[in-house]
């Protein structure tokens, strides 16, 4: 039991020994001096077996607070939603959970098929002509739209609200810097970019304009308007959007979008402590070549019959690098494939309930917050989260409610200065109304 998973054996280690010409393992450490190698022993606990080492690390595991033991009100990007239970099924089966880069189509049509896919089914939600294979997460994908922005107009100024995920501005930033583009935040008013300075900052050197939908304040942009000013001197627009939400949203793609992107967790990926995730990229048919990632691709064999291949693969470890388009050089097969089994056994009508859920039980929240006496911020539509002030810092706030069972919302006073004691609230399909009445009650002393 001590070496359950340790198979070599004495005669194993005086094999190896023997075969590069030692004694003992102590010969290996001989150039080292006596007189500065450890001798005593390390202050560490005594081994265990492993049914003792099982119960000490369930013990510990015993103390953590979850999703699962206690309803949680965070999102800011990573949300507590419903996971098929098929899901796991599914990408625990080994050909997939320890599947390799699927250079060889012959080998790997099974996952060649599922990555088709979910490359079908973001472009369905998103309204756009084309969708990459997956990459890391909703923040670099949309540094790279970015990138591929800057590179398409030959333009380098990146007008950025502020209304945009705090993390997402930050990456665009470093991707930025390396690449010598200038990012230009452009503030908010009422949750939502503010056109008026948008309009003022358009010139002829904004190589796109960014902006997220829903917004980090859960509030919805007006695309419509956003659009004919992004594209007034031949600029791009990039949208960053939860792919839930296009479920029920008019898409990005029909508000004239050139790039879509943005985090498919919300599809079969749980929270687990803020990754691994799955960015999505999808774009307009004119840009097809110049996305990052790798694409695959629908084909025929020589008897006719259906079979996928890696059509694109714009990288530099496939390409010149002076002809990529990126230096991705993984994308995320496994969470995209958690995607695309969430989304089929979702369908079309079951995405669309889980979008409406997620919207009517955020508005029965917020209807209460302001029935029980809360200013609720920003009066614009919105999703599934809103902006809740209260009377004290809600890191405290949160402590107390962590105190009764309950995982509060996010604090809006680390990334917004003026925004201070302000929450931002998620509320899920998975919340019932027990849990929003009790998180109300339970934060009614603290109202502004």
Same mark, same amino acid.
């Given at each position: 039991?001590?070496?359950?998973?340790?198979?070599?054996?004495?005669?194993?280690? =005086?094999?190896?020994?023997?075969?590069?010409?030692? =004694?003992?393992?102590?010969?290996?450490?001989?150039?080292?001096?006596?007189?500065?190698? @450890?001798?005593?022993?390390?202050?560490?606990?005594?081994?265990?077996?492993?049914?003792?080492?099982?119960?000490?690390?369930?013990?510990?595991?015993?103390?953590?607070?979850?999703?699962?033991?206690?309803?949680?009100?965070?999102?800011?990007?990573?949300?507590?939603?419903?996971?098929?239970?098929?899901?796991?099924?599914?990408?625990?089966?080994?050909?997939?959970?320890?599947?390799?880069?699927?250079?060889?189509?012959?080998?790997?049509?099974?996952?060649?098929?599922?990555?088709?896919?979910?490359?079908?089914?973001?472009?369905?939600?998103?309204?756009?002509?084309?969708?990459?294979?997956?990459?890391?997460?909703?923040?670099?994908?949309?540094?790279?739209?970015?990138?591929?922005?800057?590179?398409?107009?030959?333009?380098?100024?990146?007008?950025?609200?502020?209304?945009?995920?705090?993390?997402?501005?930050?990456?665009?930033?470093?991707?930025?810097?390396?690449?010598?583009?200038?990012?230009?935040?452009?503030?908010?008013?009422?949750?939502?970019?503010?056109?008026?300075?948008? =309009?003022?900052?358009?010139?002829?050197?904004?190589?796109?304009?960014?902006?997220?939908?829903?917004?980090?304040?859960?509030?919805?942009?007006?695309?419509?308007?956003?659009?004919?000013?992004?594209?007034?001197?031949?600029?791009?627009?990039?949208?960053?959007?939860?792919?839930?939400?296009?479920?029920?949203?008019?898409?990005?793609?029909?508000?004239?979008?050139?790039?879509?992107?943005?985090?498919?967790?919300?599809?079969?990926?749980?929270?687990?402590?803020?990754?691994?995730?799955?960015?999505?990229?999808?774009?307009?048919?004119?840009?097809?070549?110049?996305?990052?990632?790798?694409?695959?691709? =629908?084909?025929?064999?020589?008897?006719?019959?259906?079979? @996928?291949?890696?059509?694109?693969?714009?990288?530099?470890?496939?390409?010149?690098?002076?002809?990529?388009?990126?230096?991705?050089?993984?994308?995320?097969?496994?969470?995209?494939?958690?995607?695309?089994?969430?989304?089929?056994?979702?369908?079309?009508?079951?995405?669309?309930?889980?979008?409406?859920?997620?919207?009517?039980?955020?508005?029965?929240?917020?209807?209460? @917050?302001?029935?029980?006496?809360?200013?609720?911020?920003?009066?614009?539509?919105?999703?599934?989260? @809103?902006?809740?002030?209260?009377?004290?810092?809600?890191?405290?706030?949160?402590?107390?409610?962590?105190?009764?069972?309950?995982?509060?919302?996010?604090?809006?006073?680390?990334?917004?200065?003026?925004?201070?004691?302000?929450?931002?609230?998620?509320?899920?399909?998975?919340?019932?109304?027990?849990?929003?009445?009790?998180?109300?009650?339970?934060?009614?002393?603290?109202?502004?």
């Amino acid at each position: 039991m001590l070496h359950r998973y340790l198979p070599m054996t004495e005669e194993d280690k =005086q094999q190896m020994l023997q075969t590069i010409g030692v =004694q003992s393992i102590d010969e290996l450490f001989a150039d080292i001096p006596e007189s500065v190698r @450890f001798q005593g022993e390390y202050n560490i606990k005594r081994a265990k077996s492993e049914p003792e080492l099982m119960k000490e690390l369930m013990a510990l595991a015993a103390k953590n607070v979850d999703i699962k033991t206690h309803p949680s009100f965070l999102g800011a990007g990573v949300y507590d939603h419903y996971i098929p239970t098929i899901v796991d099924h599914v990408i625990s089966r080994s050909e997939f959970y320890t599947a390799y880069t699927p250079y060889q189509p012959e080998i790997s049509q099974g996952e060649l098929q599922a990555i088709f896919e979910y490359q079908t089914m973001i472009c369905e939600l998103t309204g756009m002509d084309v969708a990459n294979s997956s990459m890391y997460d909703g923040g670099t994908a949309l540094a790279e739209a970015a990138l591929l922005s800057a590179a398409h107009t030959k333009k380098k100024k990146v007008l950025l609200s502020s209304a945009v995920h705090p993390e997402y501005r930050e990456v665009v930033k470093t991707y930025a810097k390396g690449s010598g583009l200038e990012v230009v935040e452009i503030p908010y008013e009422n949750g939502v970019t503010n056109i008026r300075v948008l =309009q003022e900052e358009m010139d002829e050197d904004v190589a796109c304009v960014i902006v997220q939908y829903p917004n980090f304040f859960g509030q919805i942009e007006p695309l419509k308007d956003i659009e004919p000013i992004a594209h007034a001197h031949k600029g791009m627009f990039v949208v960053a959007s939860n792919p839930l939400a296009l479920g029920i949203l008019t898409p990005p793609g029909q508000f004239g979008a050139d790039i879509v992107v943005g985090d498919a967790q919300v599809f079969g990926i749980p929270t687990q402590f803020g990754g691994p995730h799955c960015g999505y990229f999808a774009v307009k048919s004119a840009l097809m070549r110049k996305i990052p990632g790798r694409l695959v691709g =629908q084909t025929t064999d020589e008897e006719g019959r259906r079979g @996928f291949v890696l059509t694109l693969q714009a990288r530099e470890q496939h390409i010149r690098r002076d002809k990529a388009t990126s230096n991705i050089c993984s994308n995320q097969a496994l969470n995209a494939l958690a995607a695309s089994v969430a989304m089929t056994a979702l369908g079309k009508r079951g995405v669309k309930e889980m979008a409406t859920m997620n919207i009517q039980k955020a508005h029965y929240a917020k209807e209460a @917050f302001v029935n029980a006496g809360f200013h609720v911020v920003f009066s614009g539509p919105f999703f599934n989260e @809103f902006v809740v002030r209260l009377s004290k810092p809600v890191a405290e706030v949160n402590k107390k409610l962590l105190e009764k069972g309950i995982i509060g919302g996010y604090d809006l006073g680390r990334d917004y200065a003026e925004l201070q004691h302000c929450m931002l609230i998620a509320v899920t399909e998975l919340r019932t109304k027990e849990e929003i009445d009790m998180l109300v009650k339970e934060l009614g002393d603290y109202h502004a």
